[in-house]
């Protein structure tokens, strides 16, 4: 069977986005230090020990794409708010990106911040643009293996794919093709979450809802709106308060 494929959105915030992680790592300050993969020097602050650092790795949904200021109406930004006044946010979210490129340009400034809580939502851009689930799940396998290696008691909660079938830029395609890719997206997902014990977030099950709140998607139909990034937030939390830390 010929291979279902679909458009994406594009944006021009992906450049913009890669200068602010470049000097964000450069300016995380100066307690110790780091390399690049290029072996260039970082200083790096430890943040104090009465605070939560959390890192949010992830596509334009973790930047924010959909509101009218990505910076402040992201999902990222409400999860910290939930959290509490004590947590340090570092948003790594680009628009576009891979899991693949992931790897290579947001893990490093992650391992860099020494977080103690790191969301993964990097799943919908490689199943649009038919990344082979094989390859998918090698890559996140190895961005959960370095995550742990780098602090085994970090806590660590990935996103799987919601249910696409039920957004507006995906309603001339084939569902039922598009519905199995989902699945085997989200088994894959399950696997290797499991294996690296970290958490699952169920967005396939828990935001099914959008079946009956289509406020919660943006003018684009693809990307949620305000209140729907602020739904996703309460996802987050919600599996974070149900698995507490030992």
């Known amino acids: 069977m010929q291979r279902e494929r679909y458009t994406h959105f594009h944006h021009r915030l992906a450049p913009l986005q890669l200068l602010f992680l470049c000097l964000l790592f450069l300016s995380l300050a100066s307690c110790g230090s780091s390399s690049t993969p290029s072996g260039l020097a970082v200083s790096i602050q430890q943040a104090p020990a009465s605070r939560l650092t959390y890192v949010a790795l992830g596509a334009s949904d973790t930047f924010g794409i959909g509101t009218d200021d990505p910076q402040t109406q992201s999902w990222p930004v409400d999860l910290a708010q939930q959290l509490g006044s004590s947590v340090r946010l570092v948003n790594l979210g680009i628009p576009n990106i891979h899991l693949s490129n992931a790897l290579h340009v947001e893990l490093p400034i992650a391992l860099a911040a020494h977080p103690q809580l790191v969301t993964v939502w990097l799943a919908v851009n490689d199943l649009a643009d038919q990344v082979p689930v094989s390859s998918y799940a090698n890559d996140l396998d190895q961005l959960l293996s370095s995550l742990h290696a ?97």
Do not use: C
């Not at 085994?152 to 799987?160: C, E, F, G, K, S």
């Not at 569902?175 to 970290?198: C, E, F, G, P, W």
């Not at 967005?203 to 990034?229: C, K, M």
């Open 150 to 246: 780098s602090n085994p008691q970090m806590r660590i909660a990935v996103a799987n794919v919601p249910d696409l079938t039920l957004l507006p830029h995906f309603q001339n395609v084939n569902q039922q093709v598009l519905s199995k890719q989902i699945v085997a997206y989200n088994t894959a997902i399950a696997t290797i979450v499991q294996r690296h014990h970290a958490l699952l977030v169920d967005l396939y099950q828990r935001w099914h809802e959008l079946a009956t709140h289509p406020e919660y998607i943006s003018n684009d139909g693809f990307h949620p709106s305000v209140i729907g990034y602020a739904r996703i937030a309460e996802i987050f939390y919600q599996v974070l308060q149900e698995n507490p830390q030992p």
